[in-house]
């Protein structure tokens, strides 16, 4: 799944202030158009914050799961990757890459 999600650019974005509905819904909207979707974190940083950073995008990377009802494949840097299945079997991009996994 890695590799499929390595070329594409971040669809959405979620700022430096909160993780609100609105963004919950445009992910999800890419989730449902995409199925593979890359997310930017934009949280500043620096030494002093890595360890608040680092909590925080996890945090975030939970509630984009729980929202969205998808999947948090990766996070690396302050960008993550997240999958929903599409809803017609017909349109599944991903579905060998899953079943060899």
């Known amino acids: 799944m890695e590799k499929h999600a390595q070329p594409l650019k971040p669809l959405a974005q979620i700022g430096k202030e909160r993780f609100n509905e609105e963004q919950a819904a445009q992910i999800k909207r890419l989730l449902d158009e995409h199925e593979l979707v890359k997310v930017r974190y934009l949280i500043v940083?620096?030494?002093?914050?890595?360890?608040?950073?680092?909590?925080l995008k996890g945090e975030l990377d939970k509630l984009i799961e729980q929202y969205t009802s998808s999947t948090h494949v990766r996070t690396i840097g302050n960008v993550a990757v997240f999958y929903k299945p599409a809803k017609e079997e017909k349109d599944r991009k991903f579905e060998k890459e899953l079943s060899k996994a």
Do not use: I
Request: charged share 45%; hydrophobic share 10%; glycine share 18%.
């Open 45 to 55: 940083r620096n030494k002093a914050d890595d360890e608040t950073s680092g909590g």
